[in-house]
């Protein structure tokens, strides 16, 4: 009660007689009574006590101001930002703790569209991978402003003017690992899951070329396969969506042109004859494709047979096969039309399935040891990338020595993009 009421100096003499900060068995926790009723002043003296257990709490304490962001305040004493502030800033507060549901506290600061909250979470490297029950993550919704501010902020220089020779540029990847890994000594972990995220959302593409992203191992990856993929798939519903005419025609050509006098007809010409419903129908789509061979073709003196031929030379070979093609010529277009971002798309892709691939064996990593727990840097606007351990420090010809070997063994994985250098 002296919580809900804001009572600050009541809550001070309670606990200095003897009462448990954490509410003891049987009793809800009073960070989340605080947290409910916005009490910051009492939230703040409940996070001195020196017995407290952020940690007991029946809901994640930041996911629970997260979700009264926003609402209006009861009393005078109410204030959720303030909360906020103060649990987003204290250092015994799981920043990447999970509710019931699996979600985080980024998870409902994006939910409710609270980007100032969203904002504060990144500043603290809040982990953007976090799968919820859903298996939603919690840049699905991201506003894709904040995001890019956000990896913004993990490239850094040593302060040396652009085309100084002592330019050194800083890529932090440490938003890319799972906070367990970053607590541990593990030395695997998947760290394609947000990027690949990426790759689905058409909000976020674009940002696959943000420098952060699209400085990862460089691969040489052709679009061509994207092509293939993309219009063999066009090409296969809209072949699926028109098969009913295909299997019209071939069935009318079996009823007006099939069947001969000829007992060997089969064994010769039999192909050309429709002598049956499943050789029509590939007789039909082949004649689709403009291998008509009419001279072969009996029409028996038959005016409706010469008139159904007609038709599908027109409907099926003309206009349905020029549609298809159409179709292809505009994939492939627009693949071309975003090339740059297509091959982002797919070297995200490829390296999501390489990880898959190795994760859980006794092997590296996709990124070897360039980005585990560790930052990565250009030095002198060349593109060779170069080890940095965090809480380690060395001169730069040190990082030369020590560098690791590529992950596959060669000298272009651990090269940049020669777009991304500049």
Not at 110 to 116: C, G, H, S
Not at 162 to 171: H, N, P, Q, S, V
Request: net charge neutral.
């Amino acid at each position: 009660m002296a919580i809900k009421v804001g009572s600050r100096e009541i809550v001070k003499e309670i606990i200095k007689h003897g009462a448990d900060p954490n509410g003891g068995k049987g009793f809800r926790n009073p960070i989340d009574v605080a947290c409910i009723h916005g009490q910051w002043q009492i939230l703040d003296t409940l996070l001195e006590c020196d017995g407290i257990d952020v940690n007991s709490c029946s809901d994640p304490p930041l996911c629970l101001i997260v979700k009264k962001l926003g609402e209006p305040s009861s009393t005078s004493n109410c204030d959720y930002q303030r909360c906020f502030d103060i649990l987003v800033q204290h250092p015994k507060i799981d920043i990447n703790q999970k509710d019931n549901s699996g979600s985080t506290a980024l998870h409902y600061a994006v939910r409710y569209k609270e980007e100032k909250a969203t904002r504060a979470l990144l500043d603290k490297n809040t982990y953007i991978g976090t799968r919820n029950r859903f298996q939603d993550l919690p840049i699905t919704d991201i506003n894709p402003s904040i995001l890019e501010e956000y990896f913004d902020s993990r490239i850094t220089t040593n302060g040396k003017r652009a085309g100084d020779e002592e330019l050194e540029i800083y890529f932090d990847y440490s938003c890319l690992f799972p906070p367990d890994v970053c607590k541990t000594s593990e030395k695997f972990c998947e760290e394609m899951v947000p990027i690949y995220e990426m790759t689905k959302s058409t909000d976020l593409r674009h940002l696959l070329k943000h420098p952060l992203i699209s400085s990862l191992p460089h691969l040489s990856i052709s679009t061509h396969m994207v092509m293939l993929r993309t219009v063999s798939i066009t090409f296969m519903r809209s072949l699926m969506l028109y098969s009913i005419l295909l299997i019209a025609f071939a069935l009318c050509f079996y009823t007006l042109l099939g069947g001969t006098d000829n007992p060997n007809a089969q064994v010769e010409d039999g192909f050309n004859k429709f002598i049956d419903p499943g050789t029509a129908i590939i007789k039909t789509i082949v004649m689709m494709t403009g291998e008509f061979e009419a001279a072969n073709i009996e029409f028996k003196s038959n005016t409706l047979s010469y008139v159904f031929f007609l038709l599908f030379v027109f409907f099926m070979s003309v206009v349905l096969f020029n549609l298809l093609n159409g179709l292809a010529v505009s994939d492939t277009q627009a693949i071309k039309a975003e090339a740059e971002l297509t091959g982002f798309i797919t070297r995200a892709q490829v390296l999501e399935r390489y990880e898959k691939l190795v994760f859980g064996k006794n092997t590296r990593t996709v990124v070897s040891s360039y980005l585990r727990r560790n930052r990565i840097y250009n030095h002198s606007n060349t593109s060779k990338l170069m080890r940095n351990d965090i809480g380690t420090s060395g001169e730069a010809n040190d990082l030369l020595r020590t560098s690791g070997p590529c992950c596959f063994g060669c000298e272009k994985c651990t090269s940049l993009d020669g777009k991304i250098v500049r």
